[in-house]
């Protein structure tokens, strides 16, 4: 009994992975950055490390860091519609900039981005703004789009 229960529960595991493939919903998210196709993850550096959680002199980092370039594309890892222009900081510096967008059921902020628009829909693969210079804000930081769900829960799996 306990055997069929377990099957049962894979099974509907795997057909509803199934199903929302057939519906266009992956568990991964396309390139985010020109340079960077695999959307390798920062690692650690002097400022920090970039995993969901790591510590950030008395707080956590609530999102997944992504290696990206100052001064590259930055492009829709899936089709997407924007929502809202947001501010990581909020004090204007040259890297408070960033971009809110929903799409396959979640809802994203990319932050270090300047972004092309805030509002309408983009196409998986289309260009939606540059990665800003965190290199003048953050000498040495390995640059990052830093990927964070709305919600603030761990963006990991869809890398």
Known sequence: MRTAIILTVILSSVLFDEHLRAEGIEDTFG????GNPGNTKRGCDRYGCGNYGA???????LGLDITCADGATVYAPFDIRLNA???????????????????QGLCVKLFYVKPDKIKGRVKK???????????????????????EMCDRSDPTEYF
């Open 31 to 34: 390139a985010l950055c020109s």
């Open 55 to 61: 510590s950030r002199n008395g707080y956590h980092n």
């Open 85 to 103: 222009h947001v501010r990581p900081y909020g004090n204007g510096n040259k890297i408070d900039d960033g971009i809110q967008f929903t799409g």
């Open 125 to 147: 693969g289309e260009r939606i703004g540059i990665m800003l210079p965190m290199q003048g804000v953050y000498p040495g930081i390995t640059s990052h789009v830093h990927v």
